[in-house]
């Protein structure tokens, strides 16, 4: 039985010296806060954005054009939908458009657009409506 009890007492000793041996644990790092990157718009919102276009059709062709504006410099994408007569939607995006450069949507049959849609994107973040073109 003694020997039980001095087994126990040198489990007990060296569980404690094993214990207080070892390195103490490094403290956590502390995030560092990260600044707001929201971006603030440079001009007033309420002053919409115009940019100026040209919609032709032409048989099977649904022609797109950017001819200017005071601000079509600053837009940097433009989404187009397409509502045709029989509420078929056509989409695309285009990144990067290009004044003067046409966009030309071509059907299988005779262009039946009824509403073209566009949606800017410019430099500042700001979305806008620049066309609501019923054919």
Known sequence: MRRFVWCLAAIFLLILICGCLQPSPQPAPVATPVPDTTVVPTRDPAVPRQVDFAVTEAGPYLNITITGGAD????????????????????????????????????????????????????????????????
Do not use: E, H, K
Request: hydrophobic share 40%; charged share 10%; aromatic share 10%.
């Open 72 to 135: 079509a410099a600053d837009m940097v994408a433009m989404n187009i939908r397409i509502t045709n007569q029989n509420s078929q939607n056509v989409q695309r995006t285009i990144t990067s458009p290009i004044i003067g450069s046409p966009y030309i949507f071509t059907y299988r049959g005779v262009a039946d657009a009824s509403v073209v849609n566009i949606v800017g994107t410019f430099s500042d973040g700001f979305q806008q409506t620049v066309l609501m073109y019923y054919v």
